[in-house]
């Protein structure tokens, strides 16, 4: 069985080295959902680049667009695309690879970007799921301080309407946003109770514990006649002193010195994991 | 007049006709089912209708899902709403990713007439025709509504169609429908000037040319229902040798047909080009034959707006 573990903080280094040579990136949002990218891709979901057009694979929607970072890491170790090509074109001109997700791409099935797109997106597809009477399911991944766009609760709210419970969300609770801390900037702290209120099936875990990660995933998959919201709690820019809990480094290029601290403390944590 | 069926009704005939056989059509509509006419397909066919309540960021989101999973989705809502409310679902998830949805601006321009500003939708052609792979049709009467809707049916690309709200009356004849999609239908023909319109100023444009007639002016008329992508073609070959093109739309005068038109003849065969449309303020009070009254969106307007500038 494969080392998730040891794979997501792997996949970090390749997300630093995309940044470095894209200088571009939104990397402390990047790091915070890494195990949740993991866990959907190399155990929750049933996607790879052979099932990529059947109609019966799983849907994924990332609505946290700005970090692509993360899901190119995780589509190139699938094998949609090298990540070699993705570390020399990533961000430059003329690139596929830009700084939020696209379609043109393989293993991408919507554009984001804008926040609070991707839940009204996914409840589409959960909903066409059912009308098709397929067993596969519906995934998305939002930002803690994306949901202070309107347009996810009402989502929220169509998704407990039509009973979908072949739909799970995710948001990544890593309590910094751009301009500060969520609660500085629009309280997110009953972020549990509002989905619970809306007729969720809630369940909150460590969000850089990729057990705990695969552990909700398979919770979400038993629970019958509505959809599961996993807040995943994580810490921004996880995995290296530099970055953790830093607001600077929501989208930041870390300079040489830092660069190397950090793939040394990535790097530390893999050696960890395999340990 | 004469006609009592309107355009919407007639989509909601064409998509249910369709939705017998094919399984993939799904409509949706915010709280709209009624003003939209859909009500009759939402009772026949609930397992491809979705409500998504008073929520059009949602009805659009949803709707690109439903068609990123192979569905025909046809979401109605309020042209005032759908092209501002949901605008950035339009152009992220249904243009820029690419779905097959095909929103559907019900009770467009001033058909909502007394209920004032937030419920007119003057701009929405603008709004809509600016986005990439975001087309715009307006259809003018029932006939042609069904020839756009069994085309839309056969393309898998996103779309915007302003619908009004009253029933209009007819430009075409029944059986005897000129339509190609994505052309310019000649309404009349004429040699002094060129009338160009959409959606229901087709009617009042060609009334207008048949009152010219009677003074000596012959004026030919355009049914641009493609406004996006505008029959250019179509259009200088309908402009050559005439001395003035007069646009006549229920939009704003900014960035609609008028605009489009304008650009067009300016670029390929330069003559004056007059542009009719409703004024960039809050309309006045009134049902929207009062209106297009009070501004000269009507035959005897453009008539005198034609002649006046031979």
Redesign the interface.
């Known amino acids: 069985m494969q080392n998730l573990k040891a794979l997501s903080y792997k996949l970090r280094r390749d997300v630093v080295d995309m940044i470095m040579a894209g200088k571009a990136g939104h990397i402390g949002g990047d790091m915070s959902v890494m195990e949740t990218m993991v866990s959907l891709y190399f155990h929750a979901m049933n996607i790879s680049p052979e099932n990529q057009d059947d ?1 019966n694979r799983d ?1 994924f ?1 990332m609505s946290k667009g700005h970090c692509v970072e993360t899901l190119y890491a995780v589509l190139a170790e699938k094998g949609f695309f090298p990540i070699e090509q993705v570390i020399k074109e990533y961000s430059r001109f003329g690139s596929k690879f830009i700084g939020h997700p696209n ?1 043109k791409l393989p293993g991408i ?6 926040l ?2 991707g ?11 059912k ?2 009477k397929r067993l596969s399911r ?1 995934y998305v991944v939002m930002g803690d301080g994306e949901l202070a766009e ?2 996810v609760w ?2 929220a ?2 998704a407990t ?1 039509y009973g979908l419970d072949n739909l799970c969300a995710v948001v990544d609770r890593n309590r910094l946003q751009i301009s500060g801390t969520t609660e500085q900037v629009m309280h997110q702290d009953s972020v549990k109770e509002r989905f619970a209120a809306f007729g969720w099936n809630v369940l909150s875990v460590d969000g850089n514990d990729i057990d705990a990660m695969n552990a909700a995933f398979d919770e979400a998959k038993s629970v019958k006649g509505r959809p599961t919201m996993i807040v995943a709690n994580t810490t921004k820019g996880k995995g290296s002193g530099v970055m953790e809990n830093n607001v600077g480094w929501h989208h930041h290029v870390p300079n040489q010195e830092e660069y190397e601290q950090i793939m040394k403390d990535l790097k530390a944590h893999e050696e960890e994991a395999r340990a | 007049m004469s006609n009592k069926i309107t355009n919407r009704q007639i989509v909601c005939e064409v998509l249910s006709e369709h939705a017998k056989t094919d399984k993939n059509i799904v409509v949706l509509c915010s709280d709209s089912r009624g003003s939209a006419s859909l009500a009759p397909f939402a009772k026949e066919f609930p397992e491809q209708f979705v409500e998504v309540g008073i929520a059009e960021q949602d009805l659009v989101g949803i709707a690109a899902g439903l068609a990123k999973m192979g569905k025909k989705a046809y979401a109605a809502s309020p042209a005032s709403f759908l092209s501002t409310r949901s605008y950035e679902q339009a152009k992220v998830d249904c243009a820029y990713s690419n779905t097959n949805v095909k929103l559907i601006g019900i009770s467009g321009g001033v058909s909502y007439g007394a209920l004032g500003m937030s419920h007119h939708s003057a701009q929405d052609i603008a709004a809509m025709s600016s986005i990439p792979n975001m087309r715009v049709y307006l259809p003018s009467d029932r006939f042609q509504t069904r020839c756009l809707f069994e085309a839309l049916l056969k393309d898998e690309k996103p779309a915007y169609i302003r619908l009004g709200r009253n029933a209009v009356e007819d430009t075409y004849e029944e059986g005897n429908v000129p339509f190609e999609m994505d052309r310019a239908t000649a309404v009349c023909e004429g040699s002094d000037a060129l009338i160009v319109a959409c959606g229901e100023m087709v009617k009042p444009a060609k009334d207008a040319a048949a009152l010219l007639r009677q003074q000596g002016i012959s004026a030919a008329v355009l049914d641009m229902y493609c406004v996006k992508p505008l029959d250019v073609n179509g259009l200088l070959d309908a402009a050559k040798g005439k001395k003035v093109v007069v646009t006549v739309e229920e939009h704003s005068p900014f960035g609609g047909l008028g605009s489009m038109v304008s650009q067009a003849i300016g670029a390929s065969d330069p003559k004056k080009v007059i542009n009719l449309a409703l004024p960039d303020a809050p309309v006045i009070t009134g049902t929207s034959k009062e209106v297009f009254d009070y501004y000269g969106l009507n035959a005897e307007g453009i008539a005198k707006a034609v002649k006046k500038n031979l």
């Open positions: 109609p849907m929607a379609n099935e919507m554009n984001s970007g804008s609070g797109h839940l009204p997106v996914a409840v589409g597809m959960a909903l066409a799921q009308m098709d519906t309107g347009s009402e989502g709210m169509s309407q």
